[in-house]
Structure formats: structure tokens, C-alpha cells
């Protein structure tokens, strides 16, 4: 069975693995800090914070920003649920900005439209949750030039963006966020088993997130309310209400032991995809993903708009494949539109393009362990079905 995305362990892996399991520590030990030094140098960024998972990240992350009941946060309703949630715990308000039909991504022109409205309503966003959809980077120096005139924060859910680049810049160097999140969930980039990591460049912020990772306690003197407790060895200070959202050293091993593929990783499936691009690209009935010539993707998704013929013409598609041993895939139902969000308050027929991509959008397998006959197989497969 061949399914949209898979991971690629190596031995190397898992010797990196099992000498973490035969060492002294198997949580908050040295590959923790090994694998966040590694992860700030491939970013270019100061600082990274492993978490327990991106979601996690991106709660601690809306945290350290200092979102909370009053505030409004906006994001992509073409993405994993997570990117909206991590507002939600905080107790904030969500609301969606539209996509971009070519790009999947956030439309900056929708923004600044919806910024201008909010304004005059006086609802600012204080931050918006921005999603490099499959991998493809959004228009961050358009995003920032807007984040700076209206004055919210950036969050980058990077989960799909591990070795994409933007202008130049790894993402995850943060030139044009306050933070950018990943994720390490077998399905991604690079796996850690489950895992998250958030990068910036800011001291303030790398304090926050460590505290919110691990129940607001910190064991750094330098950071102590209570002074006269300095000199106490085994003195340790909760300042805030934080969580248990820490890394294991295990999961840290298997992610600094994955991040050294992390080039060979990208280059594979922007190799597939270019194949895939090339055997799709004449057909009037679909359409790829544009990825601006300022960046690069990382591929973590191929998705692509297909003009059905009605909704029963995409579930035959997806039967077609299945019964061909291939298990094609959505990414994603506007979020706006589950039971959950409508609860909130939110109807279809409100992100008019994110709902347009949903209808068409077809997900195709792509992993750096498929080869170039599975490309050719998968698209002959693609083009007699909508033939
Ligand atoms: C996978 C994913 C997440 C959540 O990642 P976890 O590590 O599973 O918590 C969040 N946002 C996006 C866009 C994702 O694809």
C-alpha cells in the first residue's frame, strides 16, 4: 500500500536511538540540547525549543506571546486543525483569513482587506498563525510589511516547512516572525517519533517557551523572583502556569540523528514532485501549486486542484486508487467548517476560496522512498481516470 506520506529510517537511526536508551538519561539529557543547537544552526536562527509535539509549540507559543481571552488570533482555514486550536486553549478568539487559490497559503491582499475592516471594527488580530501549506512558504516580506503598519505578532507554523526556504533564509530564521514552529510527526520532513520544535531570535521569548514547556518552573537563578533563594541549591521557582510539554532524550536522539538528512530528504521530493509537475502540468483539468521563484519548498505535501465533476467523481477517484493498492488524501477541510468551529459561530460559504480548494483538492503520495516508476505509475493511473 502506498500512502500520501511515509517516513525513512535509517540504521543510523537507530543506533542513535539505542545508545540514548543504554545512556544515563532518557528525558532532558544532552540530546535534547544537541538536537536544538543543531536545529538553530540549519534554521540560522538564535534559538530552538523542542516540544513534545508542534501542537504543543504552537500553544506555548500563542503563551509566550501573551495571548489570552481578550485577544483575537488569525490564521489559515487550510490547515491542521492544530494551527487554530492553540488559540483556542488560550482562551481567544479565532477567526480565518482567506487562501490564495495558486499558492494555498494565506492571501495577502485578503489580509490587508480584512485588517482594514478590523481596524474601523476595532478587532485586531494580535497574532496571525501563518501556514507554509505543504511546504510552499507564504509572502512573508508582504505579511511583515502588514504585521508592522497594523501591529500584530507572527507565528509560523512551519510543520510542513523543514528545508523549504524563503528570500534566501532557511524558515525557521525567523527574519520576518516573531516565531516559526515545526513539527516532527512521522509524517513530515524529519520525524522524531512525535515532536515539535519552535525557533526565534528573541531572549524574551526562548525564556517564555522554556518556562510554558515545563510548568512554569525554572532552576535558573539568574531568573528567580525570590533573590534571597539563590544560594539554595535545590531551590526551584514556578512563575507561571506552564505544562509538562517536554521532549524526550529518546525522541531528541532519533530527530538530530533524522535532521542530518534533512537536505537529502528535501532534494528527493523536490526531484518527485518536479516529475510529477511534469507529467500533470499539460492536463487542462488540474492545476499545481505555484511556489514563488523567492523560495524553495519542501514538499511535505503534494496537492493538487482537480476540476471534478461533482463530488461523486472525486469519491470514485478515490476508490479507483484504493483498489490500486494507493490511498490518495485531502489536505485539509477548512477548519472553519467543522462541527467544533461552526459551534463558534462560523458558516460555509465564509472563505469562499479556501472552500474552493477544498473541493478540488487532491493530496498524492510523496516520500523520498518512492521512486520515479511510482511517479510515472500514479500519474498514468491519474490522467485514464479523468481522461
Ligand atoms: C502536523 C501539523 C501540526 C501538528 O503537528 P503535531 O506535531 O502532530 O502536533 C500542526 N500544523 C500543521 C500545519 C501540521 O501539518
Given at each position: 500500500?502506498?500512502?500520501?506520506?511515509k517516513?525513512?529510517?535509517?540504521?543510523n537511526?537507530?543506533?542513535?536511538v539505542?545508545?540514548t536508551?543504554?545512556s544515563?538519561f532518557?528525558?532532558?539529557?544532552?540530546?535534547?540540547?544537541?538536537?536544538?543547537?543543531?536545529?538553530?544552526?540549519?534554521?540560522?536562527?538564535?534559538?530552538?525549543?523542542?516540544?513534545?509535539?508542534?501542537?504543543?509549540?504552537?500553544h506555548?507559543?500563542?503563551?509566550?506571546?501573551?495571548?489570552g481571552?481578550?485577544?483575537?488570533?488569525?490564521?489559515?482555514s487550510?490547515?491542521?486543525?492544530?494551527?487554530a486550536?492553540?488559540?483556542?486553549?488560550?482562551g481567544?478568539?479565532?477567526?480565518?483569513?482567506?487562501?490564495?487559490?495558486?499558492?494555498?497559503?494565506?492571501?495577502?491582499?485578503?489580509?490587508?482587506?480584512?485588517?482594514?475592516?478590523?481596524?474601523?471594527?476595532?478587532c485586531?488580530?494580535?497574532?496571525?498563525?501563518?501556514?507554509?501549506?505543504?511546504?510552499?512558504p507564504?509572502d512573508?516580506?508582504?505579511i511583515?510589511?502588514?504585521s508592522?503598519?497594523?501591529?500584530?505578532?507572527?507565528?509560523?507554523?512551519?510543520s510542513?516547512a523543514?528545508?523549504?526556504?524563503?528570500?534566501?533564509?532557511?524558515?525557521?530564521?525567523?527574519?520576518h516572525?516573531?516565531?516559526?514552529?515545526f513539527?516532527?510527526h512521522?509524517v513530515?520532513?524529519?520525524t522524531?517519533?512525535?515532536?515539535?520544535?519552535?525557533?526565534?531570535?528573541?531572549?524574551?521569548?526562548?525564556?517564555?517557551?522554556?518556562?510554558f514547556?515545563?510548568?512554569?518552573?525554572?532552576?535558573?537563578?539568574?531568573?528567580?523572583?525570590?533573590?534571597?533563594?539563590?544560594?539554595?541549591?535545590?531551590?526551584?521557582?514556578?512563575?507561571s502556569?506552564?505544562?509538562?510539554?517536554?521532549?524526550?532524550?529518546?525522541?531528541?536522539?532519533l530527530?538530530?540523528?533524522?535532521?542530518?538528512?534533512?537536505?537529502?530528504?528535501v532534494?528527493?521530493?523536490n526531484?518527485?514532485?518536479?516529475?510529477?509537475?511534469?507529467?500533470?502540468r499539460?492536463?487542462?483539468r488540474i492545476?499545481?501549486?505555484?511556489?514563488?521563484?523567492?523560495?524553495?519548498?519542501?514538499y511535505?505535501?503534494?496537492?493538487?486542484r482537480?476540476?471534478?465533476?461533482?463530488?461523486?467523481?472525486?469519491?470514485?477517484?478515490?476508490?479507483?486508487?484504493?483498489?490500486n493498492?494507493?490511498?490518495l488524501?485531502?489536505?485539509y477541510?477548512?477548519i472553519?467548517?467543522?462541527?467544533?468551529?461552526?459551534?463558534?459561530g462560523?458558516?460555509?460559504?465564509?472563505l469562499p476560496?479556501?472552500?474552493?480548494?477544498?473541493?478540488?483538492?487532491?493530496?498524492?503520495p510523496?516520500?523520498?522512498?518512492?521512486?520515479?516508476?511510482?511517479?510515472?505509475?500514479?500519474?498514468?493511473?491519474?490522467?485514464?481516470?479523468?481522461?
Amino acid at each position: 500500500m502506498i500512502n500520501y506520506g511515509k517516513q525513512s529510517i535509517s540504521d543510523n537511526d537507530i543506533k542513535r536511538v539505542i545508545k540514548t536508551l543504554k545512556s544515563d538519561f532518557l528525558t532532558q539529557g544532552p540530546m535534547v540540547d544537541r538536537f536544538e543547537d543543531s536545529f538553530a544552526v540549519t534554521t540560522k536562527s538564535k534559538y530552538a525549543i523542542t516540544f513534545n509535539s508542534a501542537t504543543s509549540a504552537l500553544h506555548a507559543s500563542c503563551l509566550a506571546i501573551g495571548v489570552g481571552a481578550e485577544d483575537v488570533v488569525w490564521t489559515s482555514s487550510i490547515s491542521f486543525v492544530a494551527s487554530a486550536n492553540c488559540a483556542v486553549y488560550c482562551g481567544a478568539k479565532v477567526d480565518f483569513v482567506d487562501i490564495d487559490l495558486a499558492t494555498y497559503n494565506i492571501d495577502p491582499k485578503a489580509l490587508e482587506i480584512k485588517l482594514e475592516q478590523a481596524k474601523k471594527d476595532s478587532c485586531l488580530p494580535k497574532i496571525l498563525i501563518v501556514v507554509h501549506m505543504c511546504g510552499n512558504p507564504c509572502d512573508m516580506i508582504e505579511i511583515s510589511r502588514l504585521s508592522k503598519i497594523y501591529g500584530f505578532k507572527i507565528i509560523e507554523d512551519a510543520s510542513h516547512a523543514a528545508g523549504a526556504s524563503y528570500s534566501g533564509n532557511p524558515i525557521g530564521s525567523c527574519e520576518h516572525s516573531d516565531i516559526a514552529v515545526f513539527s516532527f510527526h512521522p509524517v513530515k520532513i524529519v520525524t522524531s517519533g512525535e515532536g515539535g520544535i519552535a525557533t526565534t531570535n528573541c531572549a524574551k521569548l526562548k525564556e517564555k517557551l522554556r518556562l510554558f514547556r515545563s510548568h512554569g518552573v525554572t532552576r535558573n537563578s539568574n531568573l528567580f523572583h525570590c533573590e534571597e533563594h539563590s544560594e539554595q541549591p535545590w531551590y526551584y521557582e514556578q512563575q507561571s502556569l506552564g505544562y509538562n510539554y517536554r521532549l524526550s532524550d529518546i525522541h531528541s536522539a532519533l530527530g538530530f540523528s533524522q535532521l542530518k538528512e534533512l537536505d537529502s530528504f528535501v532534494r528527493k521530493r523536490n526531484k518527485l514532485a518536479e516529475k510529477y509537475d511534469n507529467r500533470l502540468r499539460e492536463f487542462s483539468r488540474i492545476n499545481l501549486q505555484k511556489v514563488s521563484e523567492r523560495s524553495t519548498s519542501s514538499y511535505h505535501l503534494y496537492s493538487i486542484r482537480i476540476d471534478f465533476d461533482g463530488v461523486r467523481e472525486k469519491i470514485e477517484l478515490f476508490k479507483n486508487f484504493r483498489s490500486n493498492a494507493i490511498n490518495l488524501n485531502v489536505h485539509y477541510i477548512p477548519i472553519h467548517t467543522q462541527p467544533f468551529f461552526r459551534n463558534m459561530g462560523f458558516n460555509e460559504g465564509e472563505l469562499p476560496i479556501s472552500e474552493a480548494y477544498y473541493q478540488q483538492a487532491v493530496t498524492l503520495p510523496l516520500y523520498p522512498d518512492l521512486i520515479e516508476d511510482d511517479i510515472d505509475r500514479i500519474s498514468d493511473l491519474l490522467l485514464e481516470f479523468l481522461s
